[in-house]
């Protein structure tokens, strides 16, 4: 369908904060938002349409240790376009496994994780993206604003659509109730170093912010090629950037000047530019540090 497609993942965190979430939606803490992620149960299906080959959505669900689970991501519209893309990520940035097509020789282009089972009790997100979105050209491209009015002008009504269930073919155990996630809580200027590396090669940071605030969030690393996608306390994917200027040369990812488009909390993915590759991207060997900082207009 899109030829040879990359099928997996892989995510960090070096410092963190540990925010515990009793419901969705739901107070993250006393004094602030929370987010507000679709909270996926097994057996119960979640329906939703991305509105762009550029966008994404992040969602959550809480399993038990030695849950062996199937996750299917399937269009729903007769005449989708839809190229589906599903990664299974940790609480604390851990790629657990991912799949583009469930069988391209059998013609089966939607997305399929199966008889996987959880390595731990609590927390996990899924990434339901597009091929589009995933691949290598569309993170070489300087994007900022992904939903652009442009890309989506030619889509017929429901051709992005689609469908998640998540089947539970055995129990581990007892499911957790609470939310759990680790992220680094950004403070505007005050610039913070992590690192990633393969076993964890995305960083999760969260910050709070107005409809209408500008900011400016980077991702600096002598090491590799930085990544950053911005999601919006539902869910949707907002912005995404790869490389600061590549004209001169500078990978360092960074979404400047983005006016934050509602009030609450956000959640930031830091990560390298290949960091869905399998086994995992090849420089993310041992620790590799990223300076992260948000700055406000």
Same mark, same amino acid.
């Given at each position: 369908?899109?030829?040879?497609?990359?099928?997996?993942?892989?995510?960090?965190?070096?410092?963190? =904060? +540990?925010?515990?979430?009793?419901?969705?939606? #739901? *107070?993250?803490? /006393?004094?602030?938002?929370a987010l507000e992620l679709p909270l996926l149960g097994y057996g119960e299906p979640h329906q939703a349409e991305l509105a762009s080959e550029?966008?994404?959505?992040?969602?959550?669900?809480?399993?038990?240790?030695?849950?062996?689970i199937?996750?299917?991501?399937?269009?729903?519209?007769?005449d989708s376009t839809l190229d589906p893309y599903l990664? =299974? +990520?940790?609480?604390?940035?851990?790629?657990? #496994? *991912?799949?583009? /097509?469930?069988?391209?020789?059998?013609?089966?282009?939607?997305?399929?994780?199966?008889?996987?089972?959880?390595?731990?009790?609590?927390?996990?997100?899924?990434?339901?993206?597009?091929?589009?979105?995933?691949?290598?050209?569309?993170?070489?491209l300087?994007?900022?604003?992904?939903?652009d009015t442009q890309a989506s002008a030619t889509l017929e009504p429901g051709s992005l659509s689609y469908e998640i269930v998540i089947e539970r073919l055995s129990s581990g155990g007892e499911i957790p109730a609470d939310l759990i996630y680790s992220a680094l809580a950004l403070n505007a200027d005050e610039p913070v170093q992590v690192s990633i590396s393969q076993e964890q090669p995305i960083q999760y940071a969260t910050f709070e912010g107005a409809a209408g605030d500008v900011i400016t969030l980077g991702a600096e690393s002598d090491e590799i090629d930085t990544l950053i996608y911005i999601f919006d306390a539902a869910g949707q994917r907002v912005a995404a950037n790869n490389d600061r200027d590549r004209d001169n040369v500078n990978f360092d990812a960074e979404v400047s000047d983005f006016e934050l488009?509602?009030?609450?909390?956000?959640?930031?993915?830091?990560?390298?530019?290949?960091?869905?590759?399998?086994?995992g991207y090849p420089d993310l060997i041992g620790e590799n540090t990223i300076t992260i900082t948000l700055e406000t207009e």
């Open positions: 369908m899109n030829g040879l497609k990359r099928n997996a993942l892989r995510v960090s965190a070096l410092v963190t =904060l +540990l925010l515990i979430f009793t419901a969705l939606p #739901a *107070a993250a803490q /006393d004094d602030g938002p550029r966008d994404a959505h992040l969602l959550a669900f809480n399993g038990a240790a030695g849950d062996t199937t996750i299917t991501m399937i269009p729903t519209d007769a990664a =299974l +990520l940790g609480s604390a940035g851990q790629v657990y #496994a *991912a799949n583009d /097509d469930a069988d391209v020789m059998a013609g089966e282009f939607f997305s399929l994780i199966e008889n996987y089972t959880l390595p731990e009790s609590g927390t996990y997100f899924l990434l339901a993206a597009t091929f589009a979105t995933m691949n290598s050209s569309f993170n070489t300087d994007v900022e604003v992904v939903d488009p509602a009030d609450g909390v956000y959640l930031a993915f830091v990560t390298a530019s290949d960091y869905f590759d399998v086994p």
